[in-house]
């Protein structure tokens, strides 16, 4: 029975529905508050239908490494001069000046009492000499910018911080200055610190214009403006809930930030964000990841059996070790470790979501739910192997059937998303895996499979480094338009897998 208050329309009011406004999560308040005022509609249509759960797993790349928010570091790479750039030239130096700071006095004009070079990453930690009465310190050095663009720099409490001679920080007049937004070019510019006392001297920066960070792709640029809500922040729908489990373990309605980190991203925002616009019923999104594992050893599923290459025994599902020579039997070691247990890690904290559901989200008790799909990018560290890599469609198709029969969904729509390192070009290391993730597509091949089964080629996505927050190949260069955009197409090929296309 529904619960009192809380009500579903029925599918066929959703095309006069999509005339109100364009945005799917107002659509469906206005009716369900309509239906709630007006009591119009016919018992039958209210009846609320199962939340529908898709269940999403792989290694680092699904966990979500995409970025999301400007650049922001500690600011290390400062030097004594800018003809010093070696890591051993990291520092600065460091002026006591007697009295407290005079705002106007040009101190580069004064004799300091004394003058110490000090390396950055320790400014916060030296114990500088002392002196009778006030005093001011000035730590002077420089910041070499290597992509041009808008910056902001600021330093610790108490202090001002100028760039090229311009104040962009200023906590120590009592101004509470917000860091000041700079566009700066490539190359070496001088910086300053000011404070009184035994100051903390350290500095940070954010880079406003970072190819490939969401933040520049959607606040800076203006794309996928539906990310962003009416003041400018990050959209969070309320119609999709993403519950991260063993990593990425974010548990909220679906944002920005679901991915390794706060300002990480993972192919859930666009998945989740597909499926929240095509389902009438509320969605769920459980992510079961972990990086750097093999499907062949980490993730190996149940059923898999030993494979003997060139005498060497390769384990089977709950052996250990990985591999041991023909013949003989393996000697487990301590480590607990064993083929598969990143598999039964991560499915069993799901399953343990999914067996206190109504606890878990008492926004859905007592509503029930159904397993609509599943979700599996991975595939690095199995390129990495011969063996892995020439048996990577075997071990995929026992993966599917047994996270099938693992959530009792023998039919459930399945997405395999190819490894897409380098996009078309990409290097021949990488094509046995990608070929197998392309071979369960295959319906000739794997008949059962057709129209349950899809592989989502994502080599389109690939964006190089100069173009991405990172040169990181193995990690799509952290751009977290690549990611969202993934994400969306597993979102896209699911919903024809639920459309019989």
């Not at 239906?35 to 016919?42: D, F, H, K, T």
């Not at 922001?72 to 007697?98: H, L, M, V």
């Not at 962009?168 to 490539?186: A, C, F, G, H, T």
């Not at 390794?260 to 079961?288: Q, T």
Request: proline residues 6%.
């Amino acid at each position: 029975m529904p619960q009192q208050g809380q009500v579903e329309i029925n599918s066929k009011f959703a095309p006069k529905i999509a005339r109100l406004s364009g945005n799917r999560m107002f659509q469906k308040s206005i009716v369900i508050l309509l239906i709630n005022l007006c009591g119009l509609v016919a018992p039958g249509l209210l009846a609320e239908k199962p939340v529908k759960v898709y269940i999403l797993a792989g290694q680092s790349n699904m966990v979500g490494i995409g970025q999301t928010s400007p650049a922001g570091r500690t600011a290390y790479n400062t030097y004594i001069n800018p003809d010093e750039k070696s890591k051993e030239a990291q520092g600065c130096i460091i002026s006591t000046y007697s009295g407290a700071y005079a705002p106007g006095m040009d101190y580069s004009k004064l004799e300091p009492v004394k003058t110490e070079q000090v390396r950055v990453g320790y400014w916060p930690h030296t114990a500088f000499s002392e002196i009778e009465g006030e005093q001011t310190q000035i730590a002077r050095g420089f910041i070499h910018i290597d992509q041009p663009g808008r910056y902001t720099f600021k330093s610790a409490n108490g202090s001002i911080c100028k760039v090229d001679g311009k104040v962009v920080y200023d906590d120590l007049n009592n101004e509470k200055m917000e860091p000041q937004i700079v566009r700066y070019e490539s190359g070496t510019h001088p910086i300053e610190i000011i404070f009184n006392g035994q100051g903390k001297t350290n500095l940070t920066y954010a880079f406003y214009d970072l190819p490939g960070s969401l933040y520049t792709v959607v606040k800076e640029n203006g794309n996928y403006p539906h990310l962003l809500n009416e003041d400018g922040e990050w959209s969070s729908r309320d119609d999709v809930w993403y519950k991260g489990v063993v990593t990425a373990t974010a548990d909220k309605w679906l944002t920005v930030g679901c991915g390794a980190g706060n300002s990480n991203v993972g192919p859930e925002l666009g998945f989740g964000w597909a499926l929240g616009e095509y389902h009438d019923e509320p969605v769920l999104l459980i992510k079961a990841s972990q990086g750097n594992r093999s499907l062949a050893w980490d993730f190996l599923p149940p059923g898999s059996e030993r494979i003997t290459v060139d005498g060497t025994v390769y384990a089977g599902y709950k052996d250990s070790p990985s591999k041991w020579p023909e013949g003989t039997e393996p000697e487990k070691p301590d480590h607990g470790w064993y083929a598969g247990k990143q598999y039964d890690d991560c499915f069993t904290a799901a399953k343990e979501v999914l067996a206190n559901f109504d606890d878990k989200f008492p926004q859905w008790a007592e509503r029930g739910y159904e397993i609509n799909g599943f979700v599996w990018w991975q595939g690095h560290k199995d390129s990495g192997n011969d063996v892995y890599a020439s048996h990577y469609e075997k071990n995929l198709v026992n993966l599917i059937e047994a996270m099938r029969k693992e959530f009792d969904a023998p039919k459930a729509p399945f997405i395999v998303g190819t490894i897409g390192f380098h996009g078309w070009e990409m290097p021949e290391q990488y094509l046995p895996v990608a070929n197998a993730q392309l071979a369960v597509s295959d319906y000739s091949k794997y008949p059962d499979y057709e129209g349950n089964v899809k592989t989502v080629e994502t080599r389109g996505f690939w964006v190089p480094a100069e173009e991405s927050p990172r040169n990181q190949d193995f990690h799509y260069n952290q751009n977290g338009e690549t990611y969202y955009l993934i994400g969306d197409a597993f979102g896209k090929g699911m919903i024809k897998l639920l459309e019989g296309k």
